[in-house]
Structures are given as C-alpha cells and as structure tokens.
C-alpha cells in the first residue's frame, strides 16, 4: 500500500466559500478514496474515484484525479461550518492488500 | 444499519498497565481493521483481519500489542504493558468484503491516555 500526501495541512475559509484540497501519490493506482474526520470521531467515506475516471461528484463535493501527475483534488462547494474537518486520502494500489494508508491529512477550518 | 460499536470511549491507565479495547463491526463485514492514530497524524493501520484469520499485522508492535476475533465478528485489541507512547485513539473498521473498492466503516474510536 502506499501513502497518500494531502496538501495543505491546514486551510480556513469563510462558509459559503469552496475548499480545494490535493493529494499526490507516487506509484500507480486503482483507486483513491477520500475520508473526512469530524473532531473525536471515526473517519467517514466520501467518495471513490477508479482510475480510469478522471472526475466525479456527490453533492457538494467534486473529486478530480490526474494519473499522469499522480494526483487528485477534492472541492467542496459551497462550504458549511459542518464541514469543519480533517480531510484524508487513501490512494490504493494496484495487487495491493486492498489497504487504506492514510497521511496527515488536510484539517479544514469553515468559519461562519 | 448499526455502524461499528467500540468501547470503552475513553481510558486513562498509568503506563506498564494492560488495557483492552473491543469492537464489533457491522453485521456481515469479513474484514475488520484495527488503526492507531496519534495526534495530529493520520490513521496507522496495526492489524488486518479477514473472518478470524490475520491478513497483516506487520505494524502490530507485538511484543506489547495483541488482537484477536474469535468466531470473525468482534474482536479486542490489548496492550500490555502500556508505554506513554501509546497514547493515541484507538480505531476499528470494518467492510464487507476484501476489495479494493471497498469502503471501510469507522467506529467512533477509543481515547487513551497513558500517564
């Protein structure tokens, strides 16, 4: 498995305004998932995005991935004080043990 | 559906104490994981479980931690004797299958301080 880098690590907007977050990765993938983390709680599934996709959305949030960069970008729109949360990546290699290695994370701050 | 239960929330042991979390996941999950995230940092996983077989427990410090998951549905995880540097939160996951497009499912995790 391998690690995902989330970037920056730690990013504050006023609520109404969108959240853009990275993640980049080093070998090839084929699937990165992003989790969100609320303050002393568990993580929660976003979403999923397989490599052969290049852009998906839920909602309020739109996920791209770029392979030739090894990279992948979660915006949130039209953010909520709600969405105060630690963001993380989990990219998945190929033949991997299906593991979720996890970096520091992106700690998003919405102030209202 | 009832997510993953874990208990106890929070505990609180002098270090060279033993401590013992447990876990149930969701009904019907095979795997189960059990993750260590320090502050500040993102989850580590220590070990893996497929029913109650080990799939990776090549980052389970086990000259102090052990975990089990007798009949493949809860599982504990102890540490015995705690070192300060074992404080963290404590997390358990489950999916339904082993696959890469599985989503895993986060209890609320468990809180220990080690003074």
């Known amino acids: 498995s391998q690690q995902g880098e989330e970037d920056p690590q730690a990013l504050s907007i006023q609520e109404g305004e969108n959240a853009t977050m990275n993640c980049s990765y080093k070998?090839?993938?084929?699937?990165l998932q992003w989790y969100r983390q609320n303050s002393g709680r568990g993580l929660v599934h976003l979403i999923l995005?397989?490599?052969?996709?290049r852009e998906k959305h839920s909602g309020r949030l739109r996920v791209t991935l770029d392979t030739s960069k090894k990279s992948s970008s979660l915006l949130i729109t039209a953010s909520r004080a709600a969405d105060t949360a630690s963001y993380f990546c989990?990219?998945?290699?190929?033949?991997?043990?299906?593991?979720?290695?996890f970096g520091s994370g992106t700690q998003l701050t919405v102030l209202p | 559906e009832a997510g993953v239960a874990q208990s106890p929330r929070y505990k609180i042991i002098e270090k060279r104490q033993s401590v013992a979390f447990w876990c149930n996941p969701i009904?019907?999950?095979?795997?189960l994981y059990w993750y260590q995230q320090i502050l500040g940092q993102g989850p580590k996983l220590l070990i893996q479980?497929?029913?109650?077989?080990?799939?990776?427990d090549s980052q389970l410090p086990k000259d102090r931690f052990s975990a089990e998951r007798l009949k493949g549905v809860d599982s504990t995880l102890k540490i015995q004797p705690a070192k300060l540097e074992d404080s963290a939160v404590y997390l358990c996951?489950?999916?339904?299958?082993?696959?890469?497009?599985?989503?895993?499912?986060f209890g609320p995790g468990t809180r220990l301080t080690v003074l």
């Open positions: 996951a489950s999916s339904l299958v082993m696959s890469s497009y599985n989503e895993q499912f």
């Open positions: 070998t090839s993938i084929n699937n």
């Open positions: 995005i397989r490599s052969n996709e």
């Open positions: 989990a990219p998945i290699s190929s033949g991997s043990a299906r593991q979720l290695t």
């Open positions: 009904s019907g999950h095979a795997t």
């Open positions: 479980f497929q029913n109650n077989g080990v799939v990776d």
